[in-house]
């Protein structure tokens, strides 16, 4: 899951980098909004991006290509 908002430029960073990995596994990228859910607000609000793995922040404010492969990778060990 990939957690944002509009007009957010790393969120814009990120989004083009987490769906090209995740096509790589062959997942789809759920996209939800700060702005649209109180309670991410206040959980992520400060953080955005936000990139979850099966329910775990696995990276904020910037996403790293590589260890997103590997946190992938690692889903299911």
Do not use: K, N
């Amino acid at each position: 899951m990939l957690i944002g908002r509009p007009g957010c430029h790393l969120c814009a960073d990120a989004e083009p980098v987490v769906r090209a990995v995740a096509a790589e596994f062959g997942l789809t990228v759920v996209e939800q909004s700060v702005d649209d859910d109180a309670r991410l607000s206040a959980a992520y609000g400060d953080l955005i991006p936000v990139v979850l793995i099966d329910g775990e922040v696995h990276a904020y404010w910037r996403v790293d290509p590589q260890r997103l492969r590997a946190g992938l990778g690692a889903r299911g060990r």
